[in-house]
């Protein structure tokens, strides 16, 4: 149930990502939570407001490498 869940919620996000893979993304949010914890930013709404701002950018335009 898990891994279905995780399929549906960012299957359409990374659909029109050709070079944009669900690794990439992962390695991308780890170095957003290595970098608020070294600025040593708590409030974590910001690095989740950071996600879903690359999410919905990424969604929106097509991102070449």
Sequence with gaps: MIMG???SQY?????????????????????LFEVSYKMRIED?????QAISLMDRYTESMTVPM
């Design 5 to 7: 869940e995780y399929k």
């Design 44 to 48: 974590r709404s910001v690095l989740f």
């Design 11 to 31: 299957d359409d996000i990374l659909a029109s990502q050709p070079y944009i893979s669900r690794e990439l993304r992962a390695s991308l949010i780890d170095w």
